[in-house]
């Protein structure tokens, strides 16, 4: 079983930057894929970000690319979230998630992650 606790929420302005951090309990963190997506009021969780085992591969959501950078450091047992140029839309409640190691090159898909964070939530007013 594995926990995930994110943190790094707050209420920015529309350009600004703000960093997501996840920390994983799992001591053999560094064989999952990690994601993070995100809940607007109203609205489907959808995919944002996620990253292979070995960092070696990433995906972005349409939304966030170029603008968003998923990292992770499997000594930490981290994996970090970096939001520039923010904009209104992006305001959610932000999850990591893991996926079983089964799905090492990583995956953009809700169904396929196993483990989730509470959550923190991100504002961005404008």
């Known amino acids: 079983q594995m926990q995930l606790v994110e943190s790094g929420g707050g209420l920015v302005q529309a350009g600004d930057s703000l960093r997501l951090s996840c920390t994983s309990s799992a001591r053999n963190f560094a064989a999952y894929p990690m994601g993070w997506f995100r809940q607007s009021p109203g609205k489907e969780r959808e995919f944002v970000a996620a990253m292979s085992w070995s960092g070696n591969t990433t995906y972005y959501s349409d939304s966030v690319k170029g603008r968003f950078t998923i990292s992770r450091d499997n000594g930490k047992r981290t994996v970090d979230l970096q939001m520039n140029s923010l904009k209104p839309e992006d305001t959610a409640v932000y999850f990591c998630?893991?996926?079983?190691?089964?799905?090492?090159?990583?995956?953009?898909?809700?169904?396929?992650?196993?483990?989730w964070g509470q959550g923190t939530q991100v504002t961005v007013s404008s």
């Open positions: 998630a893991a996926a079983p190691p089964v799905y090492y090159t990583g995956t953009i898909y809700e169904r396929e992650y196993e483990y």
